[in-house]
């Protein structure tokens, strides 16, 4: 008789506490995924958050020695933190900043020492770290910092519009959490070759997609048209592109942001590279917001987000809709499975 596979342990962090990512982790926990959930947070704040989605959770304090098993319907282990200030739904304390930070490097050590499969983030607000006096500009910074790794942000939308591979629409980012008009002189041709190749290399190994076709898009519109509306894509972007293709690496562009995401267009590549944050994002999560994911590429271990923000407008309303947060918990399952 061949014994199952034990389901893998994912780390769950519940994000700002006054966000919605309390009651996102407590709508997962209730949900019949087939993973052995962990969250690091206040019990109190979790216990708190699913009596306002109306979900009975039967919340244990977590024991690391315990052999990874089946999870119990409505049931979470909970890794426990405690807030430094009582948190109330909409209204962000900066004295929380420490805890929101000691929870994501708590799941980062334990991700690298091989205690959780993955890692599945509910949404920070960057503005109140940076307020508490912790320069802090995204989850993927901080765990690209904690790793000592170059990393690459890329959203995934299940069911693009004219993308290839089943509908699955990526968009990856060459610069992420930068004022745009730093932007330009961000991009390197050093940094687009090394994002190129942690892109292709990640879609290779954990999305199992042998040849990896990525379209690149230009900085400026129409892609410089030439030089006369600027010259990255003549001086930067273009000669990193060749430098790949050279290399063996399918790879197209610099292609104009305005027509790339035309399904015609679109149908060609497995993921577009953006120059910045708001030139492709918004395509994608036109596409799929709510259920898109996040994926940090190029870390030792895998980590997945949410597609939004912390929502503070409803926070503590139960009407928090927990589709992105699923849909990054399977997306981090199937992936962990896939690289056991």
């Known amino acids: 008789m061949t014994r199952e596979a034990p389901l893998p342990r994912i780390a769950l962090t519940a994000g700002e506490p006054a966000g919605i990512g309390p009651e996102l982790v407590a709508r997962l926990a209730a949900s019949d995924i087939a993973a052995d959930l962990v969250a690091i947070a206040d ?11 109306g979900v009975d959770l039967d919340i244990r304090s977590y024991d690391p020695s315990a052999p990874v098993g089946a999870r119990a319907p409505r049931s979470l282990a909970v890794v426990p933190m ?13 004295r929380n900043a420490a805890y929101v930070l000691a929870t994501l490097a708590r799941a980062a050590d334990g991700a690298v020492s091989g205690e959780f499969a993955a890692i599945v983030t509910a949404p920070v607000h960057k503005g109140v770290i940076n307020d508490a006096g912790v320069p802090f500009t995204g989850h993927t910074e901080f765990f690209a910092q904690r790793a000592r790794r170059e990393v690459v942000m890329m959203l995934a939308a299940t069911g693009g519009h004219g993308a290839r591979n089943g509908g699955d629409l990526r968009v990856a980012l060459a610069t992420t959490h930068l004022p745009l008009a730093a932007v330009p002189a961000a991009i390197t041709r050093t940094g687009l070759v090394r994002t190129l190749r942690i892109l292709c290399d990640d879609l290779i190994q954990h999305f199992g997609i042998a040849s990896p076709r990525i379209a690149v898009l230009g ?3 129409h892609a410089g048209e030439g030089g006369y509306l600027g010259r990255e894509e003549i001086d930067v972007i273009a000669p990193a ?21 035309v399904p015609a267009q679109l149908v060609r590549y497995d993921a577009v590279l953006a120059m910045y944050h708001d030139q492709g994002l918004p395509v994608l999560k036109h596409a799929g917001f709510g259920h ?7 870390l030792p271990y895998i980590r997945t987000s949410v597609d939004h923000g912390t929502a503070l407008d409803i926070a503590g ?9 699923a849909a990054a918990a399977h997306m981090a399952l199937a992936l962990a499975q896939a690289r056991r």
């Open 317 to 325: 309303t139960g009407r928090a809709d927990a589709g992105s947060i």
């Open 241 to 261: 592109i060749a430098q790949l293709r050279a290399a063996g690496f399918d790879v197209t562009g610099p292609i104009p942001a305005d027509t790339a995401f």
């Open 82 to 94: 405690s807030l430094s200030a009582a948190a109330a739904p909409g209204t962000p304390d900066p």
């Open 43 to 53: 019990p109190d704040l979790v216990a708190a958050a699913a009596r306002t989605i």
């Open 292 to 298: 898109a994911v996040n994926v940090t590429l190029g």
């Open 219 to 221: 900085l400026n519109p």
